[in-house]
């Protein structure tokens, strides 16, 4: 999925000649404690909302100040991915996305980047869990996929977290099976280090559904 499927539009970026009250006004409508400022088209940074509260002239035009902006962007084609790790590495609240002349396109929100990430690791979807630790040379998806398989069930996603220092990694394993006990046997039976398992029930479904929603609602408020 690729930066251009995230874009939500319905929230405005800001003008150098808004108000610094009104810039705080459409934060808290819209959840944000950030909003791109545009110029025309050109998109000229990121204020926060402790940028204008540090400002202390909330009637005065955000232009008439000496503004120091930050300036993170994604580009349209840019994978979901990467609009994650820049999210997450500089806390934002929302991303902005730019043209290759730096033409202001549009934002992508916390909110939008969490529903499609559920989509994209099959979060919602009903299954077991399970998280195999190896070394880096050991790591095979076809093999692993190939013992899921011959028990019946399909890997719906996948995460790998890496530990350099040791040279091994965890991958944690979402399948389409709610009883992995066979799953988990083979693992063993092929000297796979198994350190997690999750089987879920109905009531864990429904609860985990229930928290999700609970999750959409707090970012829709």
């Excluded at 990121?46 to 580009?75: A, C, M, R, Y």
């Excluded at 820049?86 to 929100?109: C, F, Q």
């Excluded at 039976?189 to 429904?206: A, L, P």
């Amino acid at each position: 999925m690729l930066a251009k499927d995230l874009i939500t539009e319905d929230i405005p970026p800001l003008k150098t000649s808004d108000l610094g009250q009104e810039a705080l006004g459409f934060m808290q409508e819209f959840h944000v404690t950030h909003l791109p400022i545009v110029n025309n088209k050109q998109f000229l940074g990121l204020i926060s909302e402790q940028d204008i509260i540090d400002l202390n002239e909330p009637k005065t035009p955000l232009g008439n100040h000496k503004l120091s902006l930050i300036n993170p962007f994604v580009h349209s084609n840019q994978h979901l991915y990467e609009v994650i790790n820049l999210v997450a590495r500089l806390k934002l609240s929302l991303i902005p996305v730019v043209d290759e002349d730096h033409n202001y396109i549009g934002i992508i929100t916390l909110k939008s980047i969490i529903e499609n990430l559920s989509l994209q690791s099959s979060i919602k979807e009903p299954g077991g869990i399970i998280v195999l630790e190896m070394g880096f040379h050991d790591y095979a998806l076809s093999e692993i996929a190939r013992i899921v398989e011959s028990n019946g069930a399909k890997i719906l996603s996948t995460f790998i977290d890496t530990d350099a220092s040791k040279r091994t990694l965890r991958l944690t394993l979402k399948v389409n099976k709610l009883d992995i006990k066979h799953i988990i046997a083979t693992f063993e039976r092929f000297k796979y280090n198994v350190i997690e398992t999750f089987m879920e029930d109905t009531h864990d479904i429904d609860s985990f559904k229930d928290r999700y929603d609970i999750l959409m609602k707090y970012l829709n408020m």
